[in-house]
């Protein structure tokens, strides 16, 4: 699918596919620096994680061991629910482990506060954060992020992982979402 495919759906094309590539590769340029000589755990949060993934590992030098956990605050709809549900937990034991959690969007920062206090409290060596989103504007508890991608527009977006009801994650750039889909003005 594509953005002419989208027909009305899509309000505007925010960051186009290859500039979402080129900033991962970026990404992951610091990411090796800093890993350099150490045993690296990349956790994807699944279900938006998963584009900016497995971007990300192919383009990392350093050697890696990758895990998933699931969780949802969102639902079906365009707001946090504020209650982060695990339905899928890591297969691996983090104790004594470098992490990185990789994330597609970081917008109020429920999730990643409450998946960052979960993991602490497994004793991991470190453990950081790596967004390919960020919304400044929308974050209501401070986050403390290593590697962020695009700061962007207090707007819902879609696409690259990002879904709204489940659809149009597989896009393979970022979009706005035309507010008639979803209700708004
Ligand atoms: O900073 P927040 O306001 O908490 O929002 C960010 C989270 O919301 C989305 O996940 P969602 O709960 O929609 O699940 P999904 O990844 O399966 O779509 C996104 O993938 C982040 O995990
Ligand atoms: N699809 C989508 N999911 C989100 N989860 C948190 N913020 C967003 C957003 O802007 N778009
Ligand atoms: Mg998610």
Same mark, same amino acid.
């Given at each position: 699918m594509d953005a002419a495919d989208m027909g009305q759906d899509l309000?505007?094309?925010? +960051? #186009?596919e290859e500039d979402l590539q080129t900033k991962i590769k970026e990404l992951a340029g610091k990411i090796d620096a800093d890993y350099a000589g150490k045993d690296l755990l990349i956790v994807g949060v699944l279900k938006g994680a998963v584009m900016v993934m497995a971007d990300l590992a192919r383009a990392l030098h350093v050697p890696v061991h990758m895990d998933w956990m699931a969780v949802s605050s969102y639902g079906a709809g365009?707001?946090?629910?504020g209650v982060v549900r695990v339905l899928k937990d890591l *297969?691996? *034991? +983090?104790?004594?482990r470098h992490v990185l959690v990789v994330e597609d969007i970081i917008d109020s920062g429920l999730t990643l506060s409450w998946l960052m206090n979960n993991l602490k409290s497994r004793n991991p060596a470190s453990v950081e954060i790596c967004t390919l989103l960020r919304k400044p504007d929308a974050v209501k508890v401070p986050i403390d992020v290593r590697y962020v991608g695009f700061d962007i527009p207090n707007e819902f977006v879609i696409g690259f992982g990002l879904d709204y009801d489940e659809r149009y994650?597989?896009? #393979?750039f970022i979009g706005t979402l035309a507010p008639h889909v979803y209700g708004g003005e």
């Amino acid at each position: 699918m594509d953005a002419a495919d989208m027909g009305q759906d899509l309000s505007s094309v925010l +960051i #186009p596919e290859e500039d979402l590539q080129t900033k991962i590769k970026e990404l992951a340029g610091k990411i090796d620096a800093d890993y350099a000589g150490k045993d690296l755990l990349i956790v994807g949060v699944l279900k938006g994680a998963v584009m900016v993934m497995a971007d990300l590992a192919r383009a990392l030098h350093v050697p890696v061991h990758m895990d998933w956990m699931a969780v949802s605050s969102y639902g079906a709809g365009t707001k946090s629910s504020g209650v982060v549900r695990v339905l899928k937990d890591l *297969d691996t *034991d +983090i104790a004594g482990r470098h992490v990185l959690v990789v994330e597609d969007i970081i917008d109020s920062g429920l999730t990643l506060s409450w998946l960052m206090n979960n993991l602490k409290s497994r004793n991991p060596a470190s453990v950081e954060i790596c967004t390919l989103l960020r919304k400044p504007d929308a974050v209501k508890v401070p986050i403390d992020v290593r590697y962020v991608g695009f700061d962007i527009p207090n707007e819902f977006v879609i696409g690259f992982g990002l879904d709204y009801d489940e659809r149009y994650r597989n896009l #393979p750039f970022i979009g706005t979402l035309a507010p008639h889909v979803y209700g708004g003005e």
